[in-house]
């Protein structure tokens, strides 16, 4: 994880980080970021992790990507629960992301260090969060906006961490936006400039090209891309279904092939617009 940020901090790119849902979103993501010879993060939530269990989620992983030409890294999304975090961490993920922004800071610092700690042992790497990114996703967050940190605190809780990515709220927002996002891309630039570390970009559906561009530019090196994956899947699926129940011809394999090719064209445009293409090494 951490060198698949930092070549893209250093060269202001983004590398897209989709949270899989299953065996078919796997691949498909994994194919896109092949065809596009991009570095791909897959995440999984831990909805995810919990509904197939760790060690079956891990194993899938492993079938689908472990062999991919392009640099392919696995990240714990939003997980508040240490148990979760160290049982990931134990499994085969090569990051997670600690999410303990309804403690307060100090004691988030203290968790945190502790977590990162655990990390090194395995050779992985930590996201950080002290503000809590607005909208519910996978049964987790809160539609109330979280109060932002200052500079300072922020700065401080990065340094004394030792995390390798950290995930400000700057107005950004899970699920589909309800109106158009005012984003305070300022604060990418001062964290950016004061720790020299990659920023995660969370609730990356619905912002706009121009958005992503300048917040990649700033620094945000990991693009988290959720929600339009998962309309991706299911609006794909009911369309082919739709057109299987007129025609009264159930072939499964076909509606797969017709979901995957929808993920992949969805993976592909984000990949692009990122200035991930032709990243790989
Ligand atoms: P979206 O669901 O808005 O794409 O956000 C994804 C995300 O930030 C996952 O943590």
């Given at each position: 994880m951490k060198e698949l940020l930092d070549r893209a901090l250093a060269d202001r790119y983004g590398v897209a980080a989709f949270n899989i849902i299953n065996d078919l979103t796997i691949e498909a993501v994994v194919a896109a970021a092949a065809e596009e010879r991009a570095p791909v993060i897959l995440q999984t939530s831990v909805k995810t992790v919990k509904q197939y269990g760790r060690p079956q989620l891990f194993a899938i992983v492993q079938a689908l990507a472990?062999?991919?030409s392009v640099p392919v890294t696995l990240h714990l999304d939003h997980c508040p629960d240490r148990s979760v975090i160290a049982d990931c961490l134990d499994g085969?993920?090569?990051?997670?992301?600690?999410?303990?922004?309804?403690?307060?800071v100090a004691e988030n610092l203290r968790q945190t260090t502790e977590v990162v700690a655990e990390a090194r042992k395995v050779g992985a790497h930590v996201e950080g969060e002290i503000e809590g990114i607005q909208g519910v996703e996978d049964d987790l967050g809160s539609d109330e906006a979280a109060p932002v940190q200052s500079l300072e605190v922020a700065v401080d809780f990065i340094e004394r961490t030792g995390v390798d990515c950290f995930a400000p709220a700057i107005g950004n927002a899970h699920?589909?936006?309800?109106?158009?996002p005012v984003l305070d891309a300022q604060r990418i630039s001062d964290l950016v400039a004061a720790t020299g570390i990659p920023m995660a970009l969370h609730?990356?559906?619905?912002?706009s090209d121009e958005q992503f561009t300048d917040l990649i530019a700033r620094g945000c090196a990991k693009v988290n891309i959720s929600t339009a994956l998962k309309e991706t899947f299911m609006q794909s699926g009911l369309e082919f279904l739709r057109e299987t129940a007129e025609r009264g011809k159930w072939d499964p394999p076909s509606l797969f092939r017709h979901q995957r090719t929808a993920v992949l064209e969805m993976a592909r445009r984000h990949i692009r617009l990122f200035g991930g293409s032709g990243r790989a090494w």
């Open positions: 472990h062999d991919a085969g993920w090569n990051s997670v992301l600690f999410d303990a922004h309804e403690l307060d699920g589909q936006y309800k109106r158009t609730g990356g559906t619905g912002l």
